[in-house]
């Protein structure tokens, strides 16, 4: 079963623009993650968030999370044409090595 | 240098074969995994081995068999192919901590069962 929705599906932004994408998930949990995929290629870790944690900022990232919700958010700003990539959220679902992905988000930038 | 590598990148074969993808992680880490990538992108947890022991066996069939012959190495052997196999694996890696896993991920091999 999928344990993170993601939306939208796919969002397409003019190059300079702010990118928000979204995460809901079914279960507690004590951290969620986002990654991002590349066209072709393996997924990468972008940031971790913890359950205690409310807000948490890497370069041009920042994440959300709102566990009364059970949602997260990812907004990547002044976005360039090398954001152009699927981005997924990620949650432990049952035990910590089970690690469960959302549907994705496709981020086309236009130039 | 790659951290997590996989082979083959490409594997195309006929239905009713069997084939295998291979995994190897230089990161030390004690957890690795399988995914599999569907063509609609959903990535799907398959197996999960820490210290060569299985610890995850999602709903898989049987005839995908994976191996662990040491803690950096996951091998996944596939008997009897079918269409329905055809889509993208990724091994992945994490280490043990507190406060959550990041996953490392292989380039993937893309299986195209004909």
């Known amino acids: 079963s999928q344990q993170g929705e993601e939306d939208p599906q796919a969002l397409s932004i003019q190059e300079g623009e702010n990118a928000t994408m979204n995460c809901s998930y079914k279960t507690s949990i004590n951290n969620l993650q986002w990654y991002r995929q590349n066209s072709g290629r393996g997924l990468v870790h972008l940031i971790l968030i913890r359950s205690n944690e409310r807000e948490k900022h890497s370069g041009r990232l920042r994440v959300t999370l709102d566990t009364s919700k059970k949602s997260s958010s990812l907004l990547i700003t002044a976005s360039r044409a090398a954001d152009t990539a699927s981005y997924f959220c990620?949650?432990?679902?049952?035990?910590?090595?089970?690690?469960?992905f959302g549907s994705g988000t496709r981020l086309s930038i236009r130039p | 240098d790659t951290a997590v590598s996989q082979t083959p990148k490409y594997l195309v074969t006929q239905m009713g074969n069997d084939k295998s993808i291979k995994c190897e992680q230089n990161l030390g880490h004690d957890t690795m995994y399988w995914y599999k990538q569907d063509s609609k992108k959903f990535l799907k947890i398959m197996f999960s081995?820490?210290?060569?022991?299985?610890?995850i066996n999602e709903t898989v069939p049987n005839r995908f068999s994976p191996k662990s012959p040491d803690k950096a190495h996951l091998n996944l052997h596939i008997n009897s192919l079918e269409l329905g196999d055809s889509a993208v694996y990724f091994c992945?890696?994490?280490?043990?901590?507190?406060?959550?896993?990041?996953?490392?991920f292989g380039s993937g091999t893309q299986l195209s069962v004909l």
């Open positions: 081995y820490n210290n060569k022991e299985l610890i």
């Open positions: 992945a890696s994490s280490q043990d901590q507190a406060g959550g896993r990041k996953l490392f």
């Open positions: 990620a949650t432990p679902y049952s035990s910590a090595s089970k690690i469960i």
